[in-house]
């Protein structure tokens, strides 16, 4: 079988540390996320992925934080089995495979080159959307309110972290117009990782740069009235939670970087909101 040609853009090259990390995280005897889906498409992909290889860090943060997701988006179809999931910067995230309850409404974003890309192992069910456009576009809402009732939840990881502040904003305020009283999961870094960002275990191998960042995980509430943060989960405690698997260097000095320097600790979050 020829394999699939990966030509992507910068931002959306990106997908591939993620997938990496839970095609890798799968080969573990006892993986924070289990996703065979990814795996599969891993091995398919015509890509050098080798540069990857000692991204430990990476592979288990990627890991915990999909696994954080899964965990609030089965709580939200645990209480709303029919209510709607839309992942905004989808990549090639297999959520749908690993989380899906049978009843629930699916809307999967990406950029068109992302999203052909996705289309080569993924397709649209009369519950599952695939969209090719911008989450920074409005497009995507009125489909979303145009073919589903709610109540939804948005999950969006990796995403807001390459988009500017003005962008993050006006994306929030949208959102709690278009969907009221959603919930939205994403990931916040403070600025002490965008200066940090090129020592980054996976990122260094890639030209795109985190532009958006908050000096702390819950400053956004203060944006608008309407913005709730129910959970916000530090990776530094989601990291830590596994020390053997993290690298010598991050298992024995991260505590200690931690104990001198508390800003670590705080430096990135995967948080869940209610919008409106
Ligand atoms: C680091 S990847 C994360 C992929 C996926 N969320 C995951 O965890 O596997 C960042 C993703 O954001 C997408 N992205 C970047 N800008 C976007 C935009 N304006 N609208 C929609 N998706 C975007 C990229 O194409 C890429 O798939």
């Known amino acids: 079988m020829p394999k699939t040609a990966v030509k992507l853009g910068t931002i959306q090259e990106t997908l591939l540390v993620p997938l990496w990390a839970r095609a890798r995280e799968s080969e573990e005897a006892q993986p924070v996320l289990h996703d065979p889906k990814s795996r599969e498409i891993l091995a398919s992909l015509d890509y050098d992925f080798s ?86 576009d409005d497009d995507w809402l009125a489909q979303v309110r145009a073919e589903s009732r709610g109540p939804w939840f948005i999950a969006s990881e990796g995403v807001l972290v390459y988009f500017h502040p003005e962008e993050v904003r006006a994306l929030f305020a949208r ?67 596994h020390p053997r698997r993290l690298p010598a260097y991050y298992r024995y000095l991260g505590p200690l970087l931690g104990a001198v320097y508390p800003p670590l600790k705080r430096a990135y979050h995967v948080n869940l909101m209610r919008l409106g």
């Open 51 to 136: 540069p990857l290889d000692g991204a430990r860090a990476s592979q288990l943060g990627c890991c915990v934080r999909g696994a954080q997701v899964d965990r609030w988006v089965r709580a939200f179809l645990n209480d709303f089995p029919e209510g709607t999931v839309i992942e905004l910067g989808v990549g090639l995230n297999s959520r749908f495979e690993r989380v899906d309850n049978g009843r629930a409404r699916w809307f999967e974003l990406d950029l068109p080159d992302a999203m052909d890309l996705r289309r080569q192992f993924f397709e649209d069910t009369d519950r599952r959307t695939l969209i090719s456009g911008s989450a920074l």
């Open 175 to 241: 959102m709690a117009d278009a969907l009221p009283g959603g919930l939205f999961a994403y990931d916040s870094m403070t600025p002490l990782v965008l200066r940090h960002q090129r020592r980054h275990d996976a990122m260094r191998y890639f030209e795109a740069e985190f532009t958006w960042s908050v000096s702390n995980a819950r400053e956004v509430e203060f944006w608008d009235d309407r913005y709730q943060i129910l959970d916000a989960r530090s990776f530094y405690s989601m990291l830590y939670a």
